[in-house]
DNA sequence: CTGTTAGCGCGTTCAC
DNA sequence: GTGAACGCGCTAACAG
């Protein structure tokens, strides 16, 4: 940022005044045609750039909008970041990236960052650590536009872009019972984070549901959600051969499970049928392919904009949350066969 | 950007002078110790926000680095970008994200924009159209520091942070010859990208000096760089049986091959080798694996961010490039069989 | 239509 | 050690 001209610059070349040459550059009406075609040919001879910082600190918005996510290197938020981009550049708004790399630390650090860089609002997906809210309460409580998406905290009253893990979990499990599965595991992500606990609950109450019953022993942790987890494997080896289907709360850990499996001489889906949780473009090119459940990323994104910019312009919006629909796709990995 | 507490607010409560305010909550000397402590305790009580839109306007730092990238949604930006943001973070740096969507257009309007927002640096990979570098001169001229990373337009005098493509494929190239093809395919990436010519180049001499010549009905154009390309997957079908190796500009490119190639009941490596670029997740999973070359995406992000913040420090050292190796991972797409 | 004045939130001289 | 005055680049209110 270094010495760029300013209207005081243009100002003074065509001995006018600042007000005057600002009149010019903005869509004000008290303005002689002439002048302002003078002041803007000038300011392009110039090279001169408005500077948003000094516009920002009058107009007491900045345009930019805090996003902050746990990871970015994902195939799920890779997607929603570009919806975000596409509804935020449209209107004139840019996106201030921030990861937390799944620390609730860090994402505090992160939230008081972007409030100081006066953000006009905040796009959160939160880490698996975070339990404590209190600091989403004080950024409600200054009246900063908040919307969580995908991941967002259960207790708290705010504006929500979410899909519906518990229905795709539900509709996954209960595929794979009409496979004819009856003994299926469960690769479970971290507890707490709202979206593992709903896949959980899915895939309990598609059990029950169809009159068989959840057991410890079939449900295994994968606390490094975005792992392959080889323990985790082992643990569902060791299930055999009481086992038949294997719900896994993502698809890397999915494919881990159709290579390993496949390792130890079990055939999929004869044995045991697949399915995993996301659509990552490796599920389709797997061997078999990945059964799984897509969520419409960058849906979300694009939501999630949309509902924060609307409660900028309207701050007394009261919270909404909005439920996006995920979807089945059946692949080789669970398809009966002929 | 509501209104939140200011140096004002809380000097008023104290009955100081902003500037003592200002002092206490800075690293400077010339403060009571006491009255430090004060302002710090009631800082926190009124959950006081430092502005830093109003601190940019005096420091002439904005501590924003402005990245763009032509697609977010892929493997490798992500992990570059995940390397930026490491490196900024610790340095107090944030990162304004803008997405070209492979569009020249686009791409300067966020180049103006940025610049418009006063970020500090500039880093830039750019689209496939770009090959007017006009605008990024007059960033240049402007003393705007810039660092481009992964994509860099040729001929301008600019510090850059690549990797080198022209190794990377004919090492890959080599390889397919050593393993004993001879009728090796290119799936090209666009013209006038410079990484796409330089993985063509890269191809050429690879053949040349192992004694083959390259022909054009073996380089098969896909400018959707991106996709799958149904057309060229077609076109080199029909070399066959004149066909023993294809060496495919990207990873989706290589899998599609391998797909396709299956279904027409080829197979792989042992009729036609097949290496890919990127070593993208699904390179893995593909069955057979495809062989490809992995290039450093995270160390690219981190090497192009310290490098401009480095030129931000010092705004007179002279346009470098940092040109990183790329490594050929070979799998069983193309290992010579038992 | 145009210029003058004031102020956004904060850092930086200077006196005191 | 502290406060008053000024300015960063720009917009807004008013006067002319």
Redesign the interface.
Known sequence: ??K?VTIKDIARKLRLSVSTVSRALRNVPDINPSTKQLVLETAAAL?Y??????Q??IT???K?IGVIVP?????FF??A??GM?EIA?SLGY??????SNESCETEIVNI??L??????GLLVSVSRETTDVSEFE?VIQ???PLVFFDRAPTHIEASKVIVNQYDGAFRAVEHLIEMGCRRIAHLAGPAGLSISDERMKGYEDALRKNGLSPEDRYIIRCDHFQDSAPGAIRQLLDLLPDLDGVFAVND?LG?SVIRQLKAAGIRIPGDVAVVGFND???SE???PALSTVMQPAYKVGKQAMEMLIRRIKD?SELPETSLLNSHLIIRSSSRRQN
Request: hydrophobic share 30%; net charge positive; with cysteine.
């Open positions: 940022m270094g760029q090279n750039e408005p500077n948003y910082i000094a920002s600190l007491r918005e900045t930019m990871v970015i290197s994902s195939d890779g997607k970041l570009t981009n550049s840019h996106l201030l990236f921030c990861q008081r960052q409030i100081s860089c006066r953000v006009d004080k200054k009246r900063i890397p494919i990552d473009p490796v090119v797997s061997e701050k």
